[in-house]
């Protein structure tokens, strides 16, 4: 294994012991409730349960990225125990986290000139950036380099598909994702809009789907025609949801069904309170590999 860091930020949204196991390192964002700041920590500070209930009941939901300062001081740690960085952020298409890290990467290239501190923009979001990760942690694993790593990073970042749904519009259309018009017409007439991450990643309403177990079944569809080799497709899927466990188990189950030589069963993950913070409730999103992102 090299002598360097493999890091990410908690809106990779896999678990503390899931990214301990693999030995990534990472570093938390943060969020507000009615103004009370919290560590978006994996449900430690808030769970989950207790934050969309807090949202549903009123209270206003903010969120916060990591400073040039906590960058800095993370890298630098790194840095000290004399190993180099390859660092993942969340998509520039949804945060400007990515800048920040590469502030930090700038100011610390002038103190530690023989260390190599690489920042890659995931392009990806919640456990579709987790699956990256873990395909990184593989590749470090399995004897690559930093460079390596790097140059693969930058390659295939958008072969990681993202495609979601949300049985409740509330949070989406007061963030702006979804028109008051729209949400409200979806409402009514119980349509669960499907989005994607596109190949900027920034996310992009794609589909109307009328009725929750219909939009299930679609969303398992956009798996058999965009995931690798189709339904001969032997890598891993994670899924993520803000509160709605059945219905993720439930996507969980047709993909395993449909898809045999899958490695491993599908892993189910919490969306973080970052993510969820813009979600709010009711959110399953399924993340595979595929071909490469173009619109």
Same mark, same amino acid.
């Given at each position: 294994?090299? &002598? ?12 503390? &012991? ?18 009370q700041?919290y560590? *978006? ?31 800095t ?6 840095l ?14 949804i ?9 930090a990467?700038?100011?610390?290239? @002038? ?29 470090? *694993? ?5 460079? @390596? ?5 930058? @390659? ?57 177990s ?32 059945? *219905? ?7 993909? &395993?069904?449909?898809f ?10 919490p ?20 071909? @490469?992102?173009?619109n």
């Open positions: 294994m090299g &002598e360097y860091v493999l890091s990410c930020c908690s809106t990779a949204d896999l678990s503390k &012991e899931y990214l301990t196991k693999r030995d990534i390192r990472y570093l938390c964002f943060h969020f507000a409730l009615n103004q700041e560590i *978006d920590d994996f449900g430690a500070c808030v769970s989950p349960h207790e934050l969309y209930r807090r949202m549903l009941e009123g209270e206003e939901a903010k969120t916060s990225q990591v400073s040039v300062g906590e960058y001081e993370f890298f630098e740690g790194a000290k125990e004399g190993k180099d960085i390859m660092h993942v952020t969340l998509s520039t298409g945060s400007g986290t990515y800048n920040s890290a590469c502030v990467r700038d100011m610390l290239a @002038e103190n530690y000139p023989d260390r190599k501190i690489y920042v890659v923009d995931s392009l990806g979001a919640s456990s579709g950036y987790g699956l990256l990760m873990h395909a990184l942690a593989d590749m470090r *694993d399995s004897g690559a380099e930093i460079d @390596e790593l790097y140059k693969w990073a930058l @390659e295939h970042r958008r072969n990681v598909h993202h495609w979601f749904f949300s049985s409740d519009l509330t949070f989406y259309i007061k963030g702006g994702r979804v028109s008051k018009t729209a949400g409200f017409i979806g409402s009514v007439m119980g349509i669960c809009p499907l989005l994607n991450v596109d190949y900027e990643g920034k996310l992009i309403p794609r589909e109307k789907v009328r009725t929750k219909k939009t299930i079944k679609r969303i398992v569809e956009k798996m058999e025609q965009n995931a690798q080799d189709g339904l001969d497709y032997s890598g891993k899927c994670f899924i993520s949801h803000s509160d709605c466990l059945e *219905d993720a188990k439930e996507v969980a189950r047709l993909v &395993e069904e449909k045999k030589k899958l490695d491993g069963k599908v892993e189910i993950f969306i973080g309170a970052v993510i969820g913070s813009h979600t709010g409730p009711g959110t399953v999103a399924l993340f595979f590999w595929g071909n @490469e992102r173009n």
